[in-house]
């Protein structure tokens, strides 16, 4: 039997999203729906003096408009303990964007025209729009009742690290800022929410329903069961969607107290200052390292940008960071700490990676850093750090946190068969030396990040109930085959891949007679949801044991039906026949129709051929890769080109290599333009100078070359299907890939500190600069010096109500390819 | 802890219901719907020469008008294999009612309008509206492809019977008409069919959707799970909503046409020619006894009328009833046989105990007559033949059918206890000698009834499946309790019953922690039904198993917690503790909680609170009952009144008295009716004369009496719950009491033979024919004395297209109170 796990299978889910046929949350229709707007703060901070809803009331179709005061009593959104944030602003708002008051009208238009017809008086409090302004001397605490904005505040170890650090041969530090995203999914958020006498259904474009409905459930004190929430096709999340909004309680309670199903979609504007952004990391970081490039010690220090209210998951994000940051490499001790702090813009959460790409990108950098400095080449320096695959699994110093089975040489070696890198530098070589030409740079990164979230104690700090899956496998009497799955899909294409799992666990079912579903909390009723790379490794073992139980029931139903020993049954796809015993056969479709005959069945057997069952990950996995990127640089214009992007990943067992390759490019797409493109701006007054696409800049096709993807396959142990996760890695590798090309290509300059995104002004200022001199850079008024291109964290913060101008960012818009 | 099973509870289902957020069928509202109607019949048996469907295309609103030959290869409904109906006839018609053509329309009105302008050519035929003349020498066969009308011819048992009768002391024979009925439910058929890329989706008004889903999913060639059906509240039902109608394939095939959801409700009057009806047996009756009375043999012969189209319920209705033929009583030799017969009317199937109420109306009318015939007390000929406790289980001589335990004495002795009967007998005697007082009629019912189908191999006869069912408990991790059950209810308080069971099983959960679901086959994916009286027999059962292992699952998590040994846990509604160890406790909810926290479980135990089981009944079960009744018969015009009724039953464990007495009650309005009120009547051309409320009398408060109802509870050991079932056994017992009854008041006169419903005239007409003697009232015109009243069997048909006058039934809307 072929198996169909490792086989490149064209995805389920595309017949009907090709074909218009899919379902999003816009597209639900429920009979008399109303929709309901936002009026949002266009305040960072300030005091709410009044809000006067008479004239939008008094608009046709109005079905009403609330505000805090209105709904007294509404639980706030899920956050960290005494930092819930409320659905609606009452007396302050923290950032622009924040709700203040909700409207109901007969249609979408009729709601915004209310909305726009509210009036709110403001009066302006201190702005602290960055993490320097926030954490600065007499700073306001942002959110009520806490003594500071450092809302978190964290050594995770100190060790030898300092004597360590003291005693290394050599020693450099690097300051990095891993720039505000927005996930800017092509679906932007939204709910329908419907409350009948049977409870509440919520249709929601969410990675994850069954924690939605969980904290419903809670917030509005019904039992669980009487909340439904179901995700429909969801465009995708990239973690984003992960977060709890407002939105799911208000339209809940609107609906409730209308007795009308009640919808919200976002525009793209609204999108971009509602939905959680992500990364946001200052780092500031210490390596001692020796004459080889070994490194010794180091220290990593983060502050977290949380937004105005931070969450379980924003507020944590540097742990993850901070266990990752040793990457594929045997570093002596680390000492970390982190801060988080809230300033007055949109809250920050999980976004692709979610605190692990920021790890790769600092110790990808501190390693091509240390390279630079001893004048090595950065794969040397890689190679001499590099954790053996003898050494696997390899504990980090970090407790628990376990690297699985990898080849981390063998991912480099697979990369530089790929590459030609001597001839690449070579040509980079002549290039510095021919100022016609472009330059040209190589980057690396070889990265380790974290997959297969739980296991259930570490999972359950992010808030989650647990860190399991489960799936429900049921063959129906005709032998089709229904697999029903805890997690649920963005774009995945989870479809695809559990039914392929389900396929082999099952026997050789062939795809076409399985169908998998999920995202409704209704019909699979216990789930955690998709996030951290998990769905594969996590749901995927569920999947393969629940399948595996129905085929060893349908295995004794067989034999009990033929006559024979279990032993001598073997299967060929939809049938069961005797070994060595020709025409002694019968059909998968009739041993399942016999399951519903108990009459019919071995003795004691129970009716029925359906099974629940659940895994829990012993250990998170680990997928790694070793990519690299060529670039090239414009000298005139400080323009970025990717020529070739290679990727060499190990995500351990490959279920569908058509699915792991989109996994893979996605991601990348998403790193590149995280190096290159985009960036949410604030200005000094905490507005968005980012709300909406002509201003962030995502990727379009010429800025994504076309990709070489390849895998090294080892499995790991700490699940049966020996998969690791792919969701996030791309994401994690792009950026230090990047970014250590276009370094490179600039290092003849001197170049060595570049904040991303790479916009061609900054590559040309840095350029310029490094040119021209530092010295001469700075007093010439042309452009700042690399160093100066954020605000100084020692900086008073500035005067109340005082316009500032755009500390940085402003040039974003200026990306024209 | 106080039992909750045998606990008055108030129905979870009222509160809902009564403030008007009940949900049938015509509430469902999908976006886009259109309307569905039918072009209906109006001939009894003609050739369709011709269909214009083009004005009505023209009409605006209409969607389509579809003919069969529009349709080819839709699937007929499901059917006895040769047998099966078309959804829309094509070249002849059989019935008044069987549909024609469908038009689809923007709303109901529009349908309505298009249907009326569609003209349709008739060539009428020789129509069979009787079973007599059905089975006339030379009648054609109505049904293709059949050799004569008769669609079964099956002697069951020959035995000794011959022998037996032979050698009685005593012989008498009866004839008993068991007339046609309508099931009536007061929310008609209809059904809403969505079909999009995921599948179809009927929501229908039936009592078993899992059995509609399996049949839609053959015909349509989808996998079951493509196929979803939803019973939303379903306002009655009574045996009728378990026929598969065409307007399932018919909406669900113009939804995939149209692209939209296709809505189709019938009105009353299509409700009475579309809906199958129910009864509708001819049954001759030869019976040898003993001077005692003892039912020495009995020879039955039973002629069953399918209608137009038989299917294998209606087809196998006389199989139960002869079945159950000998009552709850010793008879000897039982020879029997049966005929299933189509006419040119309505198809019949199943009606509130389906071929089990023939059999005791039967047997009870026997016992009347033989104790009639030897001057005796009914009771004393009841007495002596009624199965003593010690004899049970008591094998009849059908194979299979295994009387459970019972104690029919005491049942007959506490109904006598309330009864008073001495004094009722002088009342009535009395009564006799006074022509200015009404007559007074005492009647009797011991009957047993078959409750609590399968098991597996009976049930599948009938077109299932299988005759399990399943049960799904879950907990949720806050403490509450969702139970999924395979029954779908229509009016009968399944939420209340179900959830007192769990209660129970899981240790004593408050109620109104526990929510019962049915009725979606995507939630709950496997089911049978409801029908036959078993949900609370099969399905509770399923429900206290898969209860039970959840509550052990509890026990042992919560000594875990509690780190003591299971044994010494012991529970207190939400509350486990430690038994002898003060204050050593946990809560339900929180041991809920743990049981999805992996690390926190006893080593090895599976994740989730959540546990699917089935429960297959080892036999049928028993319900059995001793009702009387008390009736006064107007002198001058005939009009029947119930006076007083009593019912004592045993469904061994009554789960809630309350619910319970609402069972037993409402068959027993029906019984009533079937005996004064209700009949469709046909005239001789096939015409349903009966096609509106006005003409078919339901019963209305005035018809039926306050009862006074009892229970004896011997449990039944063919199940764990000792539940025999109640939803039929009113129905069954009730006919039988009240013609007794008036045929005791009217003893004196000689009259012993009255067929249903005893209308005023009839009863009238019966008195007058026996005081004038015979021979007068067949000369004087008056009316046609008893054994008239319908058409001679020997008669030949009625000549092609020659209208013939009502035969009987005309007198219907006579009966005015």
Same mark, same amino acid.
């Given at each position: ?179 505000? &995203? $927005? ?7 939204? !709910?329908? *929410?419907?409350? %009948?006498? +049977? /409870?509440?259904? @919520? ?92 490194? &010794? $010690? ?7 940008? !949380?937004? *105005?209210?931070? %969450?379980? +998951? /924003?507020?944590? @994000? ?92 063998? &991912? ?10 001597? *001839? ?394």
């Amino acid at each position: 039997m072929a198996s169909m796990v490792g086989a490149t299978v064209v995805r389920k889910e595309d017949p009907a999203l090709l074909t218009g046929r899919g379902r999003y949350v816009d597209d639900i229709q429920l009979p008399g729906a109303v929709s309901m707007a936002f009026v949002r703060s266009h305040q960072a901070h300030a005091r709410v003096t009044a809000i006067d809803t008479e004239a939008a009331r008094q608009l046709p179709g109005v079905l009403g408009v609330w505000t805090a005061a209105d709904l007294e009593g509404l639980p706030a959104t899920r956050s960290i303990p005494g930092m819930e944030r409320p659905c609606l602003a009452s007396d302050t708002v923290r950032f622009v964007g924040e709700p203040v008051a909700v409207v109901a009208a007969q249609d979408r238009y009729l709601a915004a025209d209310a909305a726009a017809a509210v009036v709110v008086d403001y009066e302006p409090l201190p702005v602290l729009a960055t993490i320097e302004q926030a954490m600065a001397e007499g700073a306001a605490p942002i959110v009520p009742g806490q003594a500071s904005n450092v809302v978190m505040d964290q050594p995770l170890t100190e060790g030898d690290a300092e004597a360590e650090l003291a005693a290394a041969p050599h020693r450099t530090s690097l300051r990095i800022r891993n720039q505000r &995203l $927005a996930a800017v999914p092509i679906e932007p958020g939204g !709910c329908v *929410a419907s409350w %009948d006498s +049977t /409870g509440l259904t @919520l249709y929601a474009t969410v990675q994850a329903p069954h924690p939605v409905r969980n904290e419903l459930a809670v917030m509005f004190g019904l039992p669980q069961h009487e909340v439904r929430v179901v995700a429909p096709d969801v465009g995708g999340g990239f973690g984003a969607k992960a977060s709890f909004y407002p939105e799911f309680i208000l339209t809940a309670e609107l609906s409730r107290r209308l007795g009308r199903p009640v919808k919200f979609v976002e525009t793209r504007s609204e999108n971009l200052v509602s939905m959680t952004h992500g990364r946001a990391q200052l780092q500031d970081i210490d390596v001692g390292f020796d004459d080889e490039g070994r490194l &010794l $010690a180091m220290r990593v220090a983060i502050v977290q940008d !949380c937004g *105005a209210w931070p %969450d379980a +998951t /924003g507020a944590g @994000l540097p742990t993850l960071t901070i266990f990752m940051s040793g990457g594929c490499y045997k570093v002596g001790t680390i000492a970390a700490s982190f801060r988080s702090v809230t300033t007055n813009t949109t809250p920050v959460a999980a976004y692709r990676g979610a605190g692990r790409p920021e790890a790769a990108y600092l110790i990808e950098r501190v390693v091509d850093v240390v390279a630079d400095e001893l004048g090595r080449d950065p794969v040397d320096v890689r190679r001499v750090n590099l954790i053996q695959p003898g050494e696997m699994p390899f504990a980090t110093q970090w407790p628990g946190i376990v690297y699985d089975e990898s080849d981390y040489p063998r &991912l480099l070696d697979t990369l530089l068969e790929h590459l030609d890198y001597e *001839a690449l530098k070579r040509e980079a070589e002549e290039r510095r030396r021919d100022p016609q030409r472009p330059l040209l740079g190589i980057g690396f990164s070889t990265f380790v990040e974290m997959g297969g979230f739980g296991p259930s104690p570490l999972f359950e700090q992010f808030g989650y109930i647990g860190g399991w899956e489960s799936s429900t496998v049921r063959m129906n009497p005709d032998g089709s085959v229904v697999v029903s799955v805890g997690t649920s899909p963005h774009g995945q294409g989870h479809e695809t891949a559990f039914a392929q799992i389900a396929s082999d666990a099952l026997g050789g079912i062939p795809m076409e007679r399985i169908t998998v579903r999920h995202g409704d909390t209704q019909t699979i009723q216990e789930g955690i949801g998709t996030m951290g790379s998990r769905a594969i490794p996590v749901c995927g073992p569920a999947v393969q044991r629940s399948s595996d139980k129905v085929r060893q029931k349908l295995l004794q139903i067989a034999a009990h039906l033929l006559e024979a020993s279990e032993d001598d049954i073997e299967q060929d796809g939809e049938r069961f026949a005797v070994r060595g015993t020709p025409g002694a056969e019968v059909t998968v479709a009739e041993v399942a129709l016999t399951a519903y005959k108990p009459h019919k069945l071995p003795e004691g057997m129970e009716i029925g051929l359906q099974v629940m069952d659940y895994y829990e990950p012993t250990n998170l996995s680990y997928p790694s890769g070793a990519h690299a990127c060529v670039v090239e640089v414009d000298r005139a214009t400080g323009q970025v080109s990717v020529l070739r992007y290679v990727a060499v990943d190990d995500c351990g067992t490959v279920i569908n290599p058509l699915t792991a390759r989109g996994q893979v490019e996605g991601g990348l797409a998403q790193g590149i333009a995280q190096a290159l493109l985009e960036e949410v701006v604030y200005d000094g007054e905490g507005q968005p100078v980012t709300s909406s696409l002509i201003d962030y800049q995502v990727p379009g096709a010429p800025d994504v070359p076309g990709m070489e993807t390849h895998h090294v396959e080892v499995r790991t142990s700490f699940n049966p299907l020996g998969a690791k996760g792919l969701g996030e890695s791309g994401a994690t590798a792009a950026p230090q890939a990047v970014v250590n090309a276009v370094v490179d290509a600039l290092s003849h300059l001197g170049v060595r500190d570049l904040d991303m995104p790479l916009t061609p002004f900054r590559v040309w200022t840095a350029m310029r600069a490094a040119e021209e001199g530092r010295a001469a850079a700075a007093s010439d008024g042309t452009g700042p010096p690399p160093e100066a291109m954020r605000p100084d964290p020692a900086a008073p913060p500035p005067p109340d109500g005082m316009p500032t101008p755009p500390a940085d960012g402003d040039d974003t818009w200026k990306v024209t390819p």
